[in-house]
């Protein structure tokens, strides 16, 4: 089932409302087991720390942050896309960090995200996205099924929460 949103690329994390939102959203993905850099339970200073992080990147305008809403208004999810600032690498950018709420998942918002993503890099003028996933995690199908070619495999790139070194894997798309 898929519902209607709509999505909105942010430029600041200056609304209050929106960050203690941002912050919820990253505490449900990693307390869902969510690889995103960090282990459940997670601790209010990171929670602020990762979204600080994300503004002081979007005030430098290399990089996006793209939030779904629902039709009450409800965040649902965000993605963020990091462009590569270098001569050599102005054709090519990153995706970075999609997120949805666990009870918002299997409704079309992960897809409708990266769509947007698309788009916006596209408008961009770039032609080649890349992200990483970890090797088993419910992303891995995800990207496939979306279109991402699999570039590969990293070893031993994480730590997950269970102590033990975990594979990424790495994906591109050409638009």
């Not at 690329?9 to 939102?21: F, H, K, N, Q």
């Not at 992303?139 to 099924?145: K, L, N």
């Not at 070194?165 to 994906?171: G, K, P, S």
Request: charged share 20%; net charge negative; proline share 3%.
């Amino acid at each position: 089932m898929t519902m209607t949103l709509s999505i909105t690329d942010i430029s600041t994390l200056d609304d209050g409302r929106l960050r203690v939102e941002l912050e919820a959203l990253l505490e449900d993905a990693v307390n869902s087991g969510a690889s995103v850099g960090y282990h459940a339970p997670l601790a209010p200073h990171w929670k602020r720390a990762f979204w600080d992080g994300v503004a002081g990147l979007l005030s430098g305008g290399a990089h996006h942050l793209l939030i779904a809403r629902g039709p009450d208004g409800d965040l649902l999810g965000s993605v963020q896309l990091a462009l590569c600032t270098k001569p050599n690498g102005a054709h090519r950018a990153e995706v970075q960090k999609l997120l949805v709420f666990t009870h918002h998942r299997r409704r079309g918002v992960a897809r409708s995200l990266m769509a947007a993503v698309e788009e916006t890099a596209r408008g961009l003028e770039r032609s080649l996205l890349v992200l990483d996933t970890l090797k088993g995690d419910r992303g891995e199908p995800f990207y496939e099924a979306t279109g991402w070619q699999r570039a590969g495999l990293i070893p031993g790139y994480t730590v997950e929460a269970d102590g033990a070194f975990h594979d990424t894997v790495l994906f591109y798309k050409t638009l």
